[in-house]
């Protein structure tokens, strides 16, 4: 944004009537029309010719999330990715088992678009990855909803009631995060079977929801002492909507960032069960499936391994990032650059 | 101290049977166990009854989890399903490799990322500290089979090149690894690309709390107090920063033990060590319940003692955490 040339002449913020309690005050030439805040109205003019734009915190924290340009990019990539993936039957050059015979063994080439290169049956390592990248999101998809549904409502029990509903729930909480996650997901699929992206995805969800739910106790003991809920309470509100109307949007924060942990995670999580054979039934090429395929050839077919590789790390790595941007743009203390 | 640690043990022998309990509970409802052997064309009926019997499957829960939980303190965990050899000796074997390769990974990785971590809060918005982050990013979105996978395939490129074999890419130790002094230098020449792969995540995960902790350590009150009384930077740095900022990177790494344990199963399966992931996956295959608790038993074992340590650890990084 552009700042006034002269930082001396900037108004104090104390000096300058605010138009909402809620957020901080900016300071914004007037030629900068576009910074406005949506609902701030006519902004209050100074002799310097600087305005004040009041903004809540939700603008704020948009505001600087957009600015974030790693963060901008990788929700682009995720949004094209994601987009491909749940339309891989018309992007994908190829099906995920249709045999280009001519073309085995093929390096990646522009040639009949095997981006990815082919393996020994001729099959087009980009439509597969495509296809397994669909698998991979479904599941990541899956457990960050219900782990995150779990987590929050869990963490906010536990934080609102404190007592011993809280020690018994983070008591279990820290059994299920001490327990290696991989061991218990492989006795679940050698027992109950392997299965579809949706199956998979909920037991991943069932063992990965404590460390929210920590998370989420953590803002709750606090907030629960706040005024406003107290106010609340005097109010007549019950305990449901104390928490869930007034407690949990100042929660969101904490919640989206541990929203982003738990999807990274899980990608490579369902990367490794496939890997090891035990997750998403096989005709589904999975990725991390497509790499055990393609580790028997892999030092004269490096592509088999590499790519649908460097695919799991781009999508991993896209959603850190914007993890990323979000607890920048969340931190309060974080300056406008 | 040594009360405390003494005390601190005998806790965790409840904690113990109750890990026991969950273990059994969870695998026996987990699936019938004799589900693999009835698909078998040349296996009678009578002959799963035998097995049935003999294993005493058909005895109430509490009956069975009795019988099955009083063999371990007697230094065994029973037979396997089928075969009637014990489980212990080969649990033995393997857990003993394995904790050379979690061990050394543990402790590598937790040495490089305190150090990352420091630095890079010292030096914070350097070329250092970014690229220290922007390697961590990559690290935690890395899966450790494929980054294995690729140690694996680079080696060879090289031995290709140069006509020298930098590593092992397989196996624990060469067919004659000799004794004593040899063998573990053998021992550790073998492990170098597993604990690269499985140290490469907790090295991430570790320096990025290193630093966060560093960063607020070094704005707080007693390390201005340091410098006033004239103290040298470094001893700053090192008695009054890091040991203080060491505290939450100690709880994370004892905490991410079972993460270690997960990395070790998938590790030892693209390396080919003969260790408890491995093993792990190999009685998976078999559906076999009793060296499956078994296994959790032991790892939850090693949890604790991970716990523990850290435990004993925080009193000598903080002496105001008294063992009381």
Redesign the interface.
Known sequence: MSEPSQPDERPKAQDVPVRTGLGGADIVTDDAGLHRADDSGEAPEYHDGTQIVARSQWQLFRRRFFRHKLAMGSMLFLLIITLAAFNAERVAPYGFNEIDVVMRSTPPTFEGWHLFGTDQLGRDYFSRVIYGTRVSLQVAVVVAIISTLIGTTLGAVAGYYRGWVDAILMRFAD?I????????L???A???GQGQPMRIGVIIALLSWPSLARIVRGVFLSLREKEYVQAARAAGAGDLRIMFRHMLPNTMGPILVNMTLVL?AAI?LE??LA??G?GVNPPTPAL?LL?NAG?SS??TS?WL?IMP?LT??AI??A???VG?GLRDALDPTQQEK | MLNYALRRLLITIPILILSTFLTFGFVSSSGDPLADLRQQPNITQEQIQRVREMRGLDDPFPVQYLRWVEQIPQGGFGEYLISPRPIWPDLQRVMGNTLQLVVAAELIAFAIAVTLGAVSAKKQYSVFDYSTTTLSFLGFSMPSFWFALLLQVGVVIIYRWTGYRIFPIANLSSPNPGTGMAFWLDRAHHLVLPIASLAIFSIASYSRYMRASMLEVMSSDYIRTARAKGLSERKITTRHMMRNALIPTVTVAALSFGTLISGAIVIETVFGLDGMGRYFINVIGRRDPYPIMAWLVIVGFFLMLANLLADLLYGYLDPRIRYE
């Open positions: 059994l995060i001490i327990v290696p996650l991989l061991a218990v492989l006795i679940f050698a027992f109950f990274a490579l990367a490794t890997f090891l035990l991390g790499i580790r892999m030092l490096w391994i590789g799991i790390v991993a790595l959603i850190n990032f990323d």
